[in-house]
C-alpha cells in the first residue's frame, strides 16, 4: 500500500467521491453521498461485493427506530450510550460514541423507509449488555442480504462500482490532501483516477497476519472468521498520511464458531440459560461477560474447544437464522434425550456433564452462586432434549483504526483534520475501545453503518452540496 506524490500527475477521469471498500460501510457512505448529488465511485476487490459485511448475520444495533416504536420498546440514544460507555468501560471517545449513538436510529430509518432494505427487529433474547431489543437485522439474519440490497440500489441512486478493482496507492500532496488512487486489475494492469474526496470504508487488518501478530497477538494463532480482503490499508495508509491510529489491541472475537464446520453459532442460547464446557465436562467461564472476550476464554480451553450445551427451547429464537440452519444441516449440531447420552455423543466424561448440569440447575433456582459470578436466576432449566455444539474461538475482525471526529473526518495525531479523507467501519477506531470486553454486540455494523453514513454525508457538505433532507 503506497502514497503516490501527486505533484504532476494526471488522471483520465476525476470523480467527485470515491470511496474504497463495498461492504455496508462504503455502500451506505455511497449512497448518502449520491442522495446529496455528489458524483460518487466505488471502488471494491472483490469480482462481487462481500466483504465482512456479507460473512456477518447482518445484526444493527440502533436506537429510536421505527421499528422499535411498533414494537413498543422505549429506545434512545441516551440508553445505547449508557450500555457502550458501560461496556468499554468509558474507554471509547465519548464524542463519537454520542456521534453514532445519535445517528443509529434515523440511518436505521432511512435504510428501511428510503431505501426500501427489509430489516425486521430480532426478538425473544437481549445481547450481553444490551438494556433493549435494539438489534435490526435481515429477515434471514444473513449480511449477505444486506450487501446484496444495498449494492442492488446504486444504479437507481446513481452510485457507480467498479469491482476487481483492487486499489493499491493514493496519489497526496505533503499536506495529505488526496487527489486520486491507483488501482490494480486482475490481469495485473493499473489504472487511475481522481477523486476531489476520499472514503476509506475498507475494514481493518484482521486478514493481516502480520499487523494482528503486532497488535493483538493472543489472537496471532486463532482462526480468522472475517474477510481475507481486510488487510489493513486504512491503517497504513492513512498513518503514511500522518493520520493517528488507536486502539490497535482492540477486536471482536467470537467464542461460538462450530468447529470444524466454521459456521457462527449465535450467543442466543448462552443468554438464556445454556452455557458452555470444555473436553472435562466443566464450565470454565461467565458467558454473559460477552462473546467477544469469550473467545480468548476459549482458545484457553484444552484443543481450543468447547461444547455449547442448550435445549430445543434454548433453539427456537435461531430457528430463522440461515448460519443455524446451515450448521443443523451440516450436522453440527447435537441432540440426546439425557445428558448422559448428550455426554457420550459427544465424548464427554458423563458424570462430569451430570455434575455441571445439576450445578446449573442449583444457580437457575438461586439454591447456589455461579463461582464465575453469572446470573442464572429467572431462567428457565434444561429440558430434554437436550442440544450441543462443538466451538472455538475466532478472530471476527479488529476494532481499532485510524482516529476520526464526529464526521468521519480523518484527524492527525494534533487533532487536526486531513484535508479531504474520511474513514468508516472497520477502517476507523471503533467505539469497544483497546480490549476485546469493550465489544459490545454488533459495534461492527453499529460503526460501518453509522460512520458510512456521516461520512457519506459529511463528504457531500464538504464538496459543497446542501445538507440533504433525510438528515437529521
Ligand atoms: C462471521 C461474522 C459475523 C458477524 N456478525 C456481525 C453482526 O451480526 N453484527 C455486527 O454488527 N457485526 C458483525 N460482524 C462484524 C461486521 O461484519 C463488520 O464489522 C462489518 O461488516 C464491517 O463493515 P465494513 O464495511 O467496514 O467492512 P467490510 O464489509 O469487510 O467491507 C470492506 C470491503 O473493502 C474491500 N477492500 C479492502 N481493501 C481494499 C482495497 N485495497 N481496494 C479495494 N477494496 C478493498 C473488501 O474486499 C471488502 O469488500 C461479523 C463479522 C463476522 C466475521
Redesign the pocket.
Known amino acids: 500500500m503506497t502514497i503516490l506524490p501527486a505533484e504532476n500527475t494526471t488522471f483520465p477521469v476525476t470523480v467527485e467521491l470515491a470511496v474504497?471498500?463495498?461492504?455496508?460501510?462504503?455502500a451506505i457512505a455511497a449512497l448518502s453521498a449520491a442522495q446529496a448529488g455528489i458524483e460518487t465511485l466505488v471502488?471494491?476487490?472483490?469480482p462481487v461485493?462481500?466483504?465482512?459485511?456479507s460473512?456477518?448475520?447482518?445484526?444493527?444495533p440502533a436506537a429510536g427506530t421505527a421499528i422499535q416504536a411498533a414494537a413498543c420498546i422505549n429506545d434512545t440514544a441516551e440508553l445505547l450510550i449508557a450500555d457502550l460507555m458501560g461496556k468499554n468501560k468509558n474507554r471509547a471517545d465519548p464524542a463519537l460514541v454520542r456521534a453514532v449513538a445519535q445517528i443509529s436510529g434515523p440511518t436505521v430509518d432511512w435504510l428501511t423507509q428510503d431505501l426500501g432494505i427489509d430489516l425486521t427487529l430480532v426478538e425473544g433474547f437481549l445481547y450481553p449488555g444490551f438494556s433493549r431489543l435494539r438489534m435490526h437485522a435481515p429477515p434471514r439474519r444473513a449480511?449477505v442480504d444486506l450487501v446484496g440490497d444495498l449494492t442492488s440500489k446504486f444504479s437507481e441512486r446513481n452510485v457507480d462500482l467498479i469491482c476487481d478493482?483492487?486499489?493499491t496507492g493514493l496519489y497526496a500532496d505533503n499536506n495529505g490532501q488526496i487527489y486520486g488512487l491507483r488501482f490494480r486489475r486482475p490481469d495485473g494492469t493499473e489504472e487511475t483516477i481522481g477523486c476531489k474526496a476520499l472514503i476509506l470504508?475498507?475494514?481493518g487488518y484482521g486478514g493481516n497476519a502480520q499487523l494482528v501478530a503486532e497488535h493483538i497477538p493472543e489472537m496471532a494463532d486463532a482462526l480468522y472468521?472475517?474477510?481475507p480482503?481486510?488487510?489493513g490499508?486504512a491503517v497504513l495508509w492513512g498513518t503514511a498520511l500522518g493520520a493517528a491510529s488507536r486502539h490497535l489491541t482492540g477486536y471482536?472475537g467470537h467464542g461460538s464458531v462450530a468447529h470444524p464446520h466454521g459456521i457462527?453459532i449465535s450467543w442466543a442460547p448462552m443468554m438464556e440459560g445454556g452455557f458452555q464446557v470444555n473436553q472435562s465436562g466443566r464450565r470454565f467461564s461467565n458467558e454473559h461477560l460477552g462473546y467477544s472476550e469469550q473467545a480468548a476464554e476459549v482458545l484457553r480451553q484444552p484443543a481450543h474447544a468447547a461444547w455449547c450445551i442448550y435445549d430445543e427451547a434454548r433453539e427456537a429464537p435461531m430457528a430463522e437464522f440461515a448460519d443455524y440452519i446451515q450448521a443443523k444441516a451440516s450436522g453440527a449440531i447435537k441432540t440426546a434425550d439425557t445428558i448422559e447420552a448428550l455426554a457420550e455423543t459427544l465424548g464427554l466424561p458423563q458424570d462430569a456433564m451430570r455434575q455441571t448440569v445439576t450445578e446449573v440447575e442449583t444457580f437457575i433456582s438461586g439454591t447456589a452462586q455461579c463461582p464465575y459470578g453469572r446470573d442464572f436466576t429467572g431462567k428457565a432449566q434444561l429440558r430434554a432434549p437436550y442440544k450441543a455444539v462443538r466451538v472455538t474461538g475466532a478472530l471476527?475482525?479488529t476494532q481499532g483504526g485510524l482516529v476520526i471526529d464526529e464526521n468521519a473526518r480523518v484527524l492527525r495525531d494534533d487533532g487536526s483534520a486531513l484535508p479531504n479523507l474520511f474513514a468508516g467501519?472497520?477502517?476507523a477506531c471503533g467505539v469497544s475501545g483497546p480490549e476485546p470486553s469493550g465489544y459490545l454486540s454488533?459495534?461492527?455494523?453499529?460503526t460501518?453503518t453509522t460512520l458510512g453514513r456521516l461520512a457519506g454525508l459529511a463528504a457531500a457538505r464538504q464538496l459543497g452540496r446542501v445538507k440533504p433532507p433525510t438528515e437529521r
Open positions: 474504497i471498500g463495498a461492504g455496508a460501510c462504503g471502488l471494491e476487490r472483490d461485493p462481500a466483504g465482512s459485511t460473512l456477518s448475520a447482518g445484526m444493527i449480511g478493482a483492487h486499489v470504508a475498507c475494514n472468521f472475517g474477510h480482503g481486510n488487510q490499508d471482536q457462527l471476527f475482525h467501519g472497520g477502517a454488533g459495534n461492527g455494523l453499529l460501518a
